[in-house]
């Protein structure tokens, strides 16, 4: 868990959530989530972009800690931490995934 809040763990895949509804977002995102276990992969970065900052950060945002937390993605979801600078910082999560078994 350390090692993927320093940003030593680097991400597999990346999933660009950009200008899309949250009716858009959750499904890319389990879909992700689930396509990316299914090949291995261990960490992989969500990008949901900051949102405006004076209206405390895009709901995406604000939202998609939720859906890693939510009963359908904990079962593929071990940890996820904001991303370092270089990877676009609050704007990002690093997703560490559980093996697929």
Known sequence: LERLRRGLLRPEARLDLH?????????????????????GKRCVIVITGRG?????????????PGWLNSSTARP????FATARPRDGGVGALYVLLRRAR
């Open 19 to 39: 200008g899309m509804t949250q009716d858009q977002a959750y499904p890319s995102l389990m879909s992700f989530l689930e396509a990316s276990q299914a090949g």
């Open 52 to 64: 405006r900052m004076t209206d405390g950060g895009g709901i995406l945002r604000r939202e998609t």
């Open 76 to 79: 593929r979801v071990l940890a």
